[in-house]
């Protein structure tokens, strides 16, 4: 009879960040295992990117002038299929209701789930980038900081409401439809700042006005990583 | 409400429209200023109403406050495409252009989009707890685009105006405006009651469907 009481006492409280830790660490580690998909991705990325090319012609100054707009519109499509997939593993194996049993808040698994898919878009990021210096011959030497920034901030403007609307429209039959209807509206400003962030430093930011395009990202970074947080927790009562 | 607010829009106009014109730039058409004008502040304000009754879904759990919110997602959608055709044919005729990709336009039509991918969604989904709280939570999210749209001739000036009030116009418009603003208010708010009423007798009709007799058991035949 004594055993259950030994159990409890020994059961220790989680804390939030462990428990973000945890499931960022999860979601990572299924990804990692297979790489399958970032592959997948990254072909698909780099593959938008020629597309883009072909569309616009071989001119390589309109190719240069609108690079920016090709590099972020294919990761913001590329991102949209990765995003869908985020709830996917726990739908296909019913392990989604063992998640939300298990003793941790909802905040937990939202902050887990967004802090790999903002991992997984870096690194997309990462991976098409080299292709997209070669191929419209961009020079992002001048200031590699304020580059490095414009990624961190353009991932993490897609990861946070895009991991929302995964799990928003995660048991939809038509996921792959709803997701962008519902997540492309609200990108506009990230994407909108992040393109032109990168355009400036392209073109070497003559009259300093990047500043403003990274308080936009700043701002709306900073509103959907608290709103949506707040707002999954309504979302996974459900 | 419907029928003031019907009265109070045409009063408006034939005020308006037979006043002395003393609008030196656009002539005639600176007059479509008693509609679109109008119909931008209720837009604004019937998203308002949505997002104050999404909230209420969420944290009262309130069936009524979803109506609510499926009407004024509904009207404001409608007075938001209102908004950019008016906007449009007023933009022939003054910047000779249909459409322009001016801050206000653009974030105008991204906030249209949003709040129609919302109603898209609800009907997607036929659990009514589920929809209730899934459009109210992209609700709150989408009204981040209200803000923008308001501010968007502040903090992007570009080809349209500053934001419009009664203060901003020629004292003779100024009475025509307001009126025509009060009739758009009241017929926006009376389609939103009367479109609440709908959903919640659809919402009725569904959850008290009668009991179905069981259905019988599959008839094994022996052969």
């Known amino acids: 009879m004594s055993a259950p009481v030994e ?126 210096v070669l191929l419209f011959q961009l020079d992002l030497t001048t200031s590699p900081l ?36 519902l997540l492309f509206p609200l990108l506009i400003p990230t994407v909108l700042s992040a393109v032109k962030a990168t355009n400036l430093i392209i073109n070497h930011d003559p009259f300093d006005q990047i500043s403003a395009w990274f308080a936009v990202m700043c701002a709306f970074n ?15 009562d459900e | 409400m419907l029928i003031l607010g019907v009265l109070l829009i045409v009063g408006a106009h034939a005020w308006g429209l037979t006043a002395p014109l003393n609008e030196a730039q656009m002539g005639i058409t600176g007059r479509i200023l008693y509609v679109h004008v109008p119909t931008a502040w209720v837009a604004l304000l019937v998203f308002c109403i949505a997002f104050g009754a999404a909230i209420r879904v969420l944290w009262a759990g309130s069936k009524r406050a979803d109506y609510i919110e499926e009407a004024s997602l509904e009207v404001g959608v409608v007075l938001t495409i209102m908004l ?14 249909w459409w322009t990709w001016d801050p206000r336009l653009t974030s105008s039509a991204v906030m249209a989009i949003s709040f129609a991918g919302i109603l898209v969604l609800r009907g997607m989904l036929h659990n009514p707890d589920k929809r209730r709280t899934i459009s109210a939570v992209s609700t709150i999210i989408a009204f981040l685009n209200v803000p923008v749209v308001y501010f968007s001739v502040k903090l992007l000036p570009s080809i349209h105006q500053l934001q419009s009030t009664p203060n901003t116009v020629d004292s003779e418009m100024h009475w025509p405006l307001r009126t025509a603003a009060f009739g758009f208010l009241f017929l926006s708010l009376g389609l939103i009651g009367l479109r ?28």
Not at chain 1, 105 to 122: C, D, R, T
Not at chain 1, 156 to 167: D, I, M, N, R
Not at chain 2, 84 to 97: C, F, K, M, N
């Open chain 2, 84 to 97: 950019l055709v008016q906007g449009s044919i007023w933009g022939r005729a003054t910047w000779e252009t």
């Open chain 1, 7 to 132: 159990i409890i006492s020994e059961r220790r409280e989680v804390s939030l960040i462990r428990s973000v830790g945890l499931i960022f660490r999860k979601d990572i580690l299924i990804e990692w295992r297979s790489k399958s998909r970032l592959v997948g991705m990254s072909c698909y990325a780099i593959t938008l990117l020629m597309l883009f090319a072909f569309a616009v012609g071989p001119d390589p100054v309109m190719l240069q002038k609108h690079a920016s707009a090709y590099v972020w519109m294919s990761v913001v499509t590329v991102s949209t299929l990765l995003l869908s997939q985020s709830f996917q593993n726990e739908l296909e194996s019913d392990a989604l209701e063992g998640l939300l049993l298990v003793p941790v808040p909802p905040a937990a698994i939202y902050y887990g789930k967004a802090l790999s898919n903002f991992v997984w878009i870096l690194l997309l990021e990462l991976i098409s980038l080299p292709f997209a």
């Open chain 1, 222 to 236: 900073a509103i959907y990583w608290v709103l949506c947080g707040v707002m999954f927790s309504k979302v996974v």
């Open chain 1, 146 to 181: 304020q580059f490095v920034a414009v990624l961190l901030l353009g991932a993490g403007g897609v990861a946070a409401p895009g991991t929302l609307y995964a799990g928003l429209t995660g048991r939809l039959a038509s996921q792959q439809l709803m997701l962008p209807v």
């Open chain 2, 196 to 223: 609440a009423r709908v959903a919640e007798l659809r919402a009725f009709r569904t959850e008290e469907e009668p009991d179905l007799p069981p259905v019988p058991e599959t008839l094994q035949v022996e052969v």
